[in-house]
Structures are given as structure tokens and as C-alpha cells.
């Protein structure tokens, strides 16, 4: 009820956002939306705040960019939160960062039921805080029924590592004479991911002017289109998330062959 009551207060208030959101809606929508959100600490010291100030609109930003992205009909949005190389930073960042799963769950989890959004996570599980761990599984378990948008949350999540484990785990089945190397294919080594239930990204996002990968799905984005805004995460709205879905149904996706026109 709450979530609808907040949905049906945006279209009031928002016009723009519902006259845009009805045209893209008209248009092929991204199955897979996976984005970087960065930009947090930035947005902070632009303002004379702590990093963690940024990081906690950052999680406003994911309430806001997940309702509208449920809105839009995108099926799974991937969220990158914390990179196996994010335990680097200072603890007191990293302690903050393993806090706001249990925040912005224990805020909008009443939200997201309501929305019908169900929430996963890839990434190591296993070393994260007890509380953080505890935050997850709960929603993970409230929302299992849920069959809206896949709420995925990248959290202690590493592509390297992720195909380490997947090459351990095929290595293993050929050992143990399970498979014949001739098996190991796209398939398989798909299916041996931590996002083998998930269709793979057709969109990468990465905010606030960076350029690169950062270790993010980088099997799974072989034939992602790619954009990258100066937007700083905080920043990114409604109209930003629904131009990126425009600029997106603006490309001619050919995956390796030529289009109509015969154009590689
Ligand atoms: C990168 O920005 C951002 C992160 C490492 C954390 C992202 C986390 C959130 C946006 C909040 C997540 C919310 C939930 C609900 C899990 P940065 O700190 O590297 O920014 P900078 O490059 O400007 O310093």
C-alpha cells in the first residue's frame, strides 16, 4: 500500500517523469540493467562532508533508481555496492558500507514487498558482517515469492574471483571424469557463475566520469552496451535512469553480425 501511495505521489508531482516513462515503455526495454554507482565520496567533499555522507544519499539514490527501474519493467538490476577490493578503504568507510544493506532494508524492505521486487546478491556471503549477512537473507527470504524485478546486489563481489571459483568448480567435474573437456563451453562456464539464474546485462551504467570496469561482470558484459555519465551516483535521478534507457533504445545492438543495412 505505502509503495503505491509513493508511486501514484511521484506521477502527480512529477509529470516529466510519467510523460517520459510511458515513452520509453513504448520502446524495447533492457531485460538486464547493471550499473556502478559511483561518484559517493565525491558528491561529499563537494559539500564539505564525510565520504560516508555521500555513501548514505548514495542509498537514497538506490531507492529512488530501483522504483523507477521496476516502473520502466527492466526484469533484474544489478547494483554494484562493495568490490572485493573495496576492504582497502578505511575501516570506518567500510564498517558505514556494511551498514546500509541493514538500513535501507530495514527503511524500504515494506516497499520493495509492495512493488512485488525480489532481492539477490552475488558475491562472497560468507565473510561479510553478521548483521549485514542477517539484512540480506531477510529480504532475500521475505521477497523469494516475488516475481517483479530482481533487486541484485553485488556486494563483496570480484569478477575475478567469481571466475576463479567457476574455473575450480569445472576443473573439479573434469577430475572427478564428470565432463569431457569438449563440454566446457559458454554454457557451462555461464552456468557456473554466481549470475547462472540471471539473464546477462544488456546495459552497463557507470556514473560520475570514471571509465572503466572495476572488476564488475566481465564475462557477463561481453556484449553489453556501455555509458558512462559524469552524473555523480547521489545525483543520478529518475530522468537520468530513463535517459540512459533512451540513449540504450537508441543503439543498434548487432552482437557481432551486420544489421539490415549490411553495416558491421
Ligand atoms: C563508489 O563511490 C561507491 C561505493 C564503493 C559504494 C556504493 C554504495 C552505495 C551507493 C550505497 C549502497 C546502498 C545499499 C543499499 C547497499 P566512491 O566512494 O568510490 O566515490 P568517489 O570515487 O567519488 O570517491
Known amino acids: 500500500m505505502l509503495g503505491k501511495l509513493i508511486r501514484k505521489k511521484n506521477v502527480e508531482t512529477e509529470p516529466l517523469i510519467s510523460v517520459e516513462l510511458e515513452s520509453v515503455k513504448s520502446k524495447h526495454i533492457p531485460a538486464h540493467v547493471a550499473i556502478i554507482m559511483d561518484g559517493n565520496g565525491r558528491w561529499a567533499k563537494k559539500r564539505n562532508l564525510p565520504r560516508i555522507a555521500g555513501h548514505h544519499e548514495g542509498m537514497k539514490t538506490v531507492r529512488k533508481i530501483t522504483r523507477v527501474a521496476n516502473d520502466i519493467g527492466i526484469k533484474v538490476l544489478t547494483l554494484y555496492a562493495f568490490s572485493t577490493e573495496n576492504w582497502k578503504r ?6 558505514f558500507l556494511m551498514k546500509l544493506p541493514g538500513e535501507f532494508l530495514s527503511t524500504y524492505l515494506p516497499e520493495l514487498i509492495e512493488q512485488n521486487v525480489r ?8 565473510v561479510l558482517p553478521e548483521h549485514t549477512k542477517n539484512a540480506i537473507q531477510r529480504a532475500i527470504d521475505e521477497t523469494a515469492e516475488n516475481d517483479g524485478m530482481t533487486l541484485n546486489f553485488a556486494m563483496n563481489y570480484g569478477s575475478r ?22 563440454d566446457i563451453d559458454e554454457t557451462l562456464i555461464g552456468n557456473n557463475l554466481m549470475t547462472a539464474h540471471l539473464p546477462e546485462p544488456d546495459l552497463l551504467i557507470r556514473t560520475s566520469g570514471e571509465v572503466r570496469l572495476s572488476n564488475f561482470m566481465l564475462w557477463q558484459l561481453a556484449y553489453a552496451e556501455f555509458s558512462f555519465t559524469d552524473v555523480l551516483w547521489p545525483d543520478f535521478d529518475e530522468l537520468c535512469m530513463i535517459n540512459e534507457i533512451k540513449e540504450f533504445q537508441s543503439r543498434n545492438r548487432r552482437f557481432g553480425s551486420v544489421n539490415e543495412e549490411g553495416d558491421a
Open 90 to 95: 578505511p575501516k570506518l568507510e567500510i564498517d
Open 119 to 126: 532481492v539477490e546478491m552475488i558475491g562472497n556471503f560468507d
Open 161 to 182: 574471483l567469481e571466475l576463479i571459483q567457476c574455473m575450480q568448480e569445472i576443473a573439479k567435474l573434469a577430475t572427478e571424469g564428470k565432463i569431457e573437456l569438449e
